[in-house]
């Protein structure tokens, strides 16, 4: 930790204080190589031998209140000398070694003197290089090192996280550059003007997999997840490595070696009910991001409706963007007096007051929906509209709705969980059993632009036809032909590529529903002033 905090400030917060960790292509090549001395040593006993060389040594300094690791010791009399694995080659710079990996080593040699050996120099051995570096550990080295341990203990004890770097190269080859958000931190907080980098892809390689048959099994087999039909035995497999998320309808079944499997690899996975209605989701169990829940609670417990006044702005603007682009006939009086709206959600002080416009826009919007809706060529009322109502559905367009709106709110969740939320505790839906309030809220914003844009294209490609629905007394159903055609539409809506309206990158909306989320958790817990809601132009 030490290291990263030379490395970085904010990188030694986001992993000691906040306990996140994200893999990268460098964190996997350094376990690889510190696989051999991270094994127990297989010397004899230390106390029965002169000189001895032991593997992956813990090591204790009260004095300095520091506790560590050594990779290897070599031991020679009474002096000791720490080597420290390194997988790149040494800088070409006065000392050959970078100075988080001086400190590193310098606080490895004091804690071998506190032990009582003499220590005056370690060794770093570059894999990649296979060099060894020595570093003598001076006065300036030590003294460095010691400050930096009080440095480091003053930023840990701090409620707020220390600004992320400025336009560093260091951002490039960080593994937590997707939490951090340096770039977007900082233009948010007014450090930089400077147009924010992507630094981490637009979108992942992994998909999500959906199980909709019912009484399928899915197991795991040789690094593979298989899909095995209940009535017919076949068997469908697709790497794990390749599956983002795990989506179940109905009662198929997920054996436990899976679950355990996904959880241990932080895949999420999702349960719907038969008829799409959203049942929750399970991840790896959070245990760090303490500060952010607590900011979370005292937020929705209070009567702040600054950040769900910006969501609901959004969420408007966004309705206003899809009339203007798609109504057949432009409602001008409905786009104005969205725009109006939009503009008093952030200037309402209460959260009754903000339900109310939410529910104006709703109404207004709703009541033109029909209108985007291309009917030509369609059997009579085969996809009239009548306007959103509670369970269950009465027409085939709200069937629709409904069910892209569970999907939206499963990956909702899931990004909400990824960074550390609790979703059941909503900013402006407030709390019921079994509803994840914070996931509708953060939903809000994207309900337009990825559920109702999804449905419209459904309909309007005719990817749907009247024949795909099952109405019955009690409401309408999709058919199972449909289910796939819809969640094959929103997927292909959750990886479209756009270019974000903020940041000026293009980046899949999949990403941006992660991307909000992390915003709302820097808003929350002070790295930016204020949260912004997502707009497209």
């Keep these: ?14 992993e000691w204080v906040q306990a996140q960790f994200a893999q990268s292509a460098d964190t996997v090549e350094g376990s690889r190589i510190h696989r051999r ?19 992956s040594l813990d090591l204790a300094c009260p004095k300095l209140g ?7 010791v070599d031991v020679s009399g009474n002096e000791a000398t720490p080597v420290d694995y390194k997988k790149g080659t040494p800088p070409d710079n006065e000392h050959r070694a970078w100075d988080p990996e001086r400190v590193q080593l310098c606080l490895q040699g004091l804690m071998l003197r506190e032990l009582g050996y003499r220590s005056d120099h370690g060794v770093l051995w570059f894999a990649r290089a296979r060099q060894r570096v020595e570093v003598p550990f001076t006065s300036e080295l030590i003294d460095l090192t010691e400050t930096t341990i009080a440095r480091a203990r003053a930023a840990a004890a701090s409620p707020t996280a220390p600004p992320p770097l400025v336009d560093s190269p260091k951002c490039g080859r960080c593994s937590l550059v997707g939490i951090c958000l340096p770039d977007e931190t900082n233009m948010l907080a007014e450090r930089t003007h400077e147009q924010p980098r992507r630094l981490v892809p637009g979108k992942s390689d992994a998909r999500p997999l959906y199980v909709t048959e019912p009484g399928a099994v899915v197991g795991r087999s040789k690094g593979r997840i298989t899909v095995r039909s209940k009535d017919h035995g076949e068997s469908t497999e697709v790497r794990a490595i390749d599956v983002s998320q795990l989506s179940v309808f109905g009662n198929s079944q997920v054996t436990t070696q899976l679950v355990r499997s996904l959880l241990r690899e932080g895949t999420p996975i999702a349960w719907f009910s038969h008829g799409g209605w959203f049942s929750g989701v399970a991840m790896q169990p959070t245990m760090s991001q303490v500060q952010l829940r607590a900011r979370q609670y005292g937020i929705a417990s209070s009567a702040d409706c600054s950040i769900a006044g910006e969501m609901i702005r959004s969420k408007i603007m966004n309705c206003r963007t899809l009339l203007r682009r798609n109504a057949e006939t432009r409602p001008d009086r409905a786009i104005t007096q969205l725009k109006r709206l939009a503009s008093k959600s952030v200037e309402v002080e209460s959260k009754a007051s903000l339900l109310g416009v939410e529910g104006t826009a709703a109404r207004i919007y709703f009541s033109h929906f029909a209108q985007m809706v291309r009917s030509e060529g369609l059997p009579g009322e085969a996809f009239g509209f009548e306007g959103r109502n509670r369970r269950p559905p009465r027409d085939a367009v709200d069937c629709l709705l409904s069910f892209v709106y569970a999907l939206l709110i499963k990956d909702v969740t899931a990004a909400l969980h990824l960074v550390g939320f609790d979703p059941a505790m909503g900013l402006f839906h407030r709390p019921r059993f079994g509803r994840p309030a914070l996931s509708l809220d953060l939903a809000e914003e994207f309900r337009p632009l990825i559920g109702d844009s999804t449905v419209l294209r459904l309909i309007n490609n005719r990817e749907v036809q009247a024949d795909d629905f099952i109405f019955r007394i009690s409401g309408v159903a999709l058919s199972p032909k449909a289910r796939r055609a819809v969640i094959a539409a929103y997927e292909r809506r959750m990886e479209q590529e756009i270019v974000h309206p903020m940041f000026g990158y293009t980046v899949s909306y999949r990403r941006i529903i992660e991307v909000q989320a992390r915003l709302l958790a820097a808003c929350l817990l002070g790295d930016i002033p204020c949260y912004s809601g997502f707009v497209t132009r």
């Design 1 to 14: 930790m030490l290291n990263e905090f030379v490395y970085c400030p904010r990188l030694f917060y986001l």
């Design 37 to 55: 001395v991270d094994r127990e040593a297989t010397t004899d006993d230390p106390a029965s031998v002169q000189d001895f060389t032991t593997r």
């Design 66 to 72: 520091v506790v560590g690791k050594a990779d290897i």
